[in-house]
């Protein structure tokens, strides 16, 4: 039972070049989310997913996109990273009520 | 709109002596959970406590505690006897029931050092 784990651990991308984060859990959570956490601040959340198929907007989803097209995996897209976008990543799944994280992606646009 | 305030940025402590980390909460709704994580300095958020708002006793978990008080709008955080293995980021965190998907929003955050 891993939990919940993140895919890459670290990445450097360059100004204007895509990627995207794997987020897998093994819980059989309904739902998952992303959130970001930089340097003072608390985690902010990028957008969720209450289950297979679906997704929704959380506070600050520009400049990301996300699929849920199975259960198990939530996918972060960034389509033109921004310098704006370094930070660390992390990925979680619920239930009841609490949320349950994964270790993080620290990535950095230069 | 929800809100978790902890002012307290950073609190330095020495080995053995108590710290109490403050929270303070804003919401309209009538039902909602309040959280506290720990983030280490290996960066993982574990999962430290979860409280419904119907459930105002206070709780112990061997050296932690939490005081939960609606009157003040407030989910207070003890460490009594602090080692230098709770240093570490803290966040309190609330989640409405009416809000959709079980969203939390996180305070920023009160950073522990525990000194030898």
């Known amino acids: 039972n891993a939990g919940v784990t993140q895919t890459p651990k670290f990445r450097v991308l360059k100004t204007g070049q895509s990627m995207t984060l794997l987020c897998a859990q093994d819980?059989?959570?309904?739902?998952m989310y992303w959130y970001r956490q930089d340097p003072g601040m608390g985690l902010r959340l990028i957008h969720y997913?209450?289950?297979?198929?679906?997704?929704a907007k959380g506070e600050v989803p520009d400049g990301y996109n996300v699929s849920r097209l199975k259960k198990q995996n939530f996918l972060l897209g960034l389509e033109s990273a921004a310098p704006s976008q370094t930070s660390v990543y992390f990925c979680?799944?619920?239930?009841?009520?609490?949320?349950?994280f994964g270790p993080g992606t620290r990535l950095t646009v230069t | 709109a929800q809100k978790v305030t902890q002012a307290q940025t950073e609190i330095s402590v020495v080995e053995k002596e108590d710290v109490t980390l403050d929270c303070v909460y804003e919401?309209?709704?009538?039902?909602?959970?309040l959280f506290w994580y720990k983030q280490p300095p290996s960066g993982e958020l574990v999962f430290l406590i979860r409280?419904?708002?119907?459930?105002?006793q206070n709780e112990i978990s061997g050296r932690y505690s939490w005081n939960f008080q609606k009157s003040t709008s407030s989910f207070n955080f003890t460490i009594t006897a602090s080692q230098v293995v709770d240093s570490a980021v803290y966040f309190c965190?609330?989640?409405?029931?009416?809000?959709?998907?079980?969203?939390?929003?996180f305070g920023g955050g009160t950073r522990v050092l525990v000194k030898p």
């Open positions: 919401t309209r709704d009538t039902t909602y959970y």
């Open positions: 979680a799944s619920s239930w009841r009520e609490a949320q349950y």
């Open positions: 409280r419904n708002s119907f459930d105002e």
């Open positions: 965190a609330l989640s409405e029931a009416q809000a959709a998907g079980n969203k939390l929003t």
């Open positions: 997913s209450v289950g297979e198929g679906t997704t």
């Open positions: 819980m059989n959570h309904e739902y």
